[in-house]
T-cell receptor
Framework: KQEVTQIPAALSVPEGENLVLNCSFT??????LQWFRQDPGKGLTSLLL?????REQTSGRLNASLDKSSGRSTLYIAASQPGDSATYLC????????FGKGTRLHILP | GAVVSQHPSWVICKSGTSVKIECRSL??????MFWYRQFPKQSLMLMAT?????????EQGVEKDKFLINHASLTLSTLTVTSAHPEDSSFYIC???????????FGSGTQLSVL
């Protein structure tokens, strides 16, 4: 049974710092992995999608990597800003999509 | 990017009534739509997967007679919570993709409060 774990559950960092969010999954037979952000009481915003054949994707200050063999993905956020404060979720596709519980990120002004 | 519109954003209803939530893909045809629920500080949980023109596939533990899903067209799926009770109070979110396992686009969610 696929399980997705995100560590840490919560993170506070000063504005301007670079940071890394972690996501691990137990079954490496995935189609793809997707990172989202969720603002309180809102829906999800897709950030990056990494296909199983890819190793990383970049969008602006965000970079996501995927290591299927080790069952890990990281989301790197460069030069963090207060507007980056949100919950970040990763999700993997195998037979269905499975979400982690998320990392609540708080950027300190 | 693709837009998924979900309505209503929030709804308060009395126990025993039914509530319908709509999910529309505005600028693409969604072969597959998904419905999730999320309790506070919990992860999103997939409730069901629906493909246009066919019956929805429900996840284990989700009552199909209570959560009616209709995906009548390539741009519209509805979730009806029948005879809602306070324990059904939750945040419901839909998502859509062009094909299964493709990138997902999410609605803005519906906060349901059952009194």
């Amino acid at each position: 049974k696929q399980e997705v774990t995100q560590i840490p559950a919560a993170l506070s960092v000063p504005e301007g710092e670079n940071l890394v969010l972690n996501c691990s999954f137990t079954d490496s037979a995935i189609y793809n992995l997707q990172w989202f952000r969720q603002d309180p009481g809102k829906g999800l915003t897709s950030l990056l999608l990494i296909q199983s054949s890819q190793r990383e994707q970049t969008s602006g200050r965000l970079n996501a990597s995927l290591d299927k063999s080790s069952g890990r993905s990281t989301l790197y956020i460069a030069a963090s800003q207060p507007g980056d404060s949100a919950t970040y979720l990763c999700a993997v596709w195998d037979d269905k999509i499975i979400f982690g519980k998320g990392t609540r990120l708080h950027i300190l002004p | 990017g693709a837009v998924v519109s979900q309505h209503p954003s929030w709804v308060i209803c009395k126990s025993g009534t039914s509530v319908k939530i709509e999910c529309r893909s505005l600028d693409f045809q969604a072969t597959t739509m998904f419905w999730y629920r999320q309790f506070p500080k919990q992860s999103l949980m997939l409730m069901a997967t629906s493909n246009e023109g066919s019956k929805a596939t429900y996840e284990q533990g989700v009552e199909k007679d209570k959560f009616l899903i209709n995906h009548a067209s390539l741009t519209l799926s509805t979730l009806t919570v029948t005879s809602a009770h306070p324990e059904d109070s939750s945040f419901y979110i839909c998502s859509a993709s062009v094909t299964t396992n493709e990138k997902l686009f999410f609605g803005s969610g519906t906060q349901l409060s059952v009194l």
